[in-house]
T-cell receptor
C-alpha cells in the first residue's frame, strides 16, 4: 500500500476562494482523521470519521469548514470562503480501530495551505 | 479537552545522552501512542502501549505508562543527531462507538552532535 495520500501537497490561494483538500486513506482502515497544525495551536483534531460516518466534528473551527467521506477510499476537507488565518498544514490520517483494540494511525505528508 | 500535554516543550541534549519526555492526559484511555515528526513531514508512529501495560521497549525507546497518574514517559537512550525531531503523545479513546486519537502539544528535541 502506498500509505495515506494527500493532495495537493501545497496550495496557495487568495482570501475568499474555495479550497478543497483531498485524502485517500489506507485500504482496509475504518477510521479517518483530519488534523490542522500551526505553530501557535499545535496539532488540532478537526473531524474524524468511522466507517465513513462523521463521529465528532466539534473541532471544526467554523461553518466555513466542511468535510465529507463519500466512500471508504476518499475524503475531502473544504474551506469556503478561505481566510488568511486558515493558513496551516492539514494532515489526514487513517487507522483501524476496533473498540478497545485501537491501533496506530498512519499520516499523510500533509497539505501546506497558504491563504494570501 | 482530552488532549495530552508534553513536558518539556523543548529539550536540547548532547549526542549520546538520554532524552526523557513526559506526557499527561485527562481521561481513561485504550492505549497511548508516541509519534515522531521531522520538520515539514507527517507524523510517524513509534510505539503503542496499552492501558493494561506498564512498560514497553522498542530498540532505543522505552515507554512507561501510569494510568493512576494519567501520565506516560518516553525515554530515548544513547541519542543521535538523527533523533532531532518533535515527539508527540496521543491517547486512544473509545467513545461514541469509535476510536479517536487525541494528540498532545509535542516536545521539540534537539540532539547536538
Amino acid at each position: 500500500d502506498a500509505g495515506v495520500i494527500q493532495s495537493p501537497r501545497h496550495e496557495v490561494t487568495e482570501m475568499g476562494q474555495e479550497v478543497t483538500l483531498r485524502c485517500k486513506p489506507i485500504s482496509g482502515h475504518n477510521s479517518l482523521f483530519w488534523y490542522r497544525q500551526t505553530m501557535m495551536r499545535g496539532l488540532e483534531l478537526l473531524i474524524y470519521f468511522n466507517n465513513n460516518v462523521p463521529i465528532d466534528d466539534s473541532g471544526m473551527p467554523e461553518d466555513r469548514f466542511s468535510a465529507k467521506m463519500p466512500n471508504a477510499s476518499f475524503s475531502t476537507l473544504k474551506i469556503q470562503p478561505s481566510e488568511p488565518r486558515d493558513s496551516a498544514v492539514y494532515f489526514c490520517a487513517s487507522s483501524w480501530g476496533q473498540g478497545y483494540s485501537g491501533t496506530e494511525a498512519f499520516f499523510g505528508q500533509g497539505t501546506r495551505l497558504t491563504v494570501v | 479537552s482530552q488532549q495530552g500535554e508534553e513536558d518539556p516543550q523543548a529539550l536540547s541534549i548532547q549526542e549520546g545522552e538520554n532524552a526523557t519526555m513526559n506526557c499527561s492526559y485527562k481521561t481513561s484511555i485504550n492505549n497511548l501512542q508516541w509519534y515522531r515528526q521531522n520538520s515539514g513531514r507527517g507524523l510517524v508512529h513509534l510505539i503503542l502501549i496499552r492501558s493494561n501495560e506498564r512498560e514497553k521497549h522498542s530498540g532505543r525507546l522505552r515507554v512507561t505508562l501510569d494510568t493512576s497518574k494519567k501520565s506516560s514517559s518516553l525515554l530515548i537512550t544513547a541519542s543521535r543527531a538523527a533523533d532531532t525531531a518533535s515527539y508527540f503523545c496521543a491517547t486512544d479513546v473509545f467513545s461514541a462507538g469509535a476510536n479517536n486519537l487525541f494528540f498532545g502539544t509535542g516536545t521539540r528535541l534537539t540532539v547536538i552532535p
